[in-house]
């Protein structure tokens, strides 16, 4: 099992920018996958990016795509999500998680960081 430590989360005014940290255990970061997902109140939770093994090809939703950009650092075991031009719609609890064989799908997620957007 993978523990994930997020942080980076907070409140911020539309137009604005965040970065969120996600810190793995395990010996193999780079050839784990690392995801984003994130969760609205009444709703379901949603990808937002991934980036692949040590390669790192990367992936976005349409929503997100242009503003965000995920990252890693395998020698700090840490992958990253910087947002900028944040949203209100972008106020989610955001989740990082990790296919440690992939792409067998993710095995672990983080506890979830809280993102704020005012208007």
């Known amino acids: 099992q993978v523990q994930l430590v997020e942080s980076g989360g907070g409140v911020v005014q539309a137009g604005g920018s965040l970065r969120l940290s996600c810190t793995a255990s395990g010996r193999t970061f780079s050839s784990y996958t690392m995801g984003w997902f994130r969760q609205a109140p009444g709703k379901e939770r949603e990808f937002v990016s991934d980036i692949r093994r040590s390669a790192g090809s990367t992936y976005y939703a349409s929503s997100v795509k242009g503003r965000f950009t995920i990252s890693r650092d395998n020698a700090k075991n840490t992958a990253y999500l910087q947002m900028n031009s944040l949203k209100p719609e972008d106020t989610a609890v955001y989740y990082c998680?990790?296919?440690?064989?992939?792409?067998?799908?993710?095995?672990?997620w983080g506890q979830g960081t809280q993102v704020t957007v005012t208007s």
């Open positions: 998680a990790v296919d440690t064989n992939p792409p067998s799908g993710y095995d672990d």
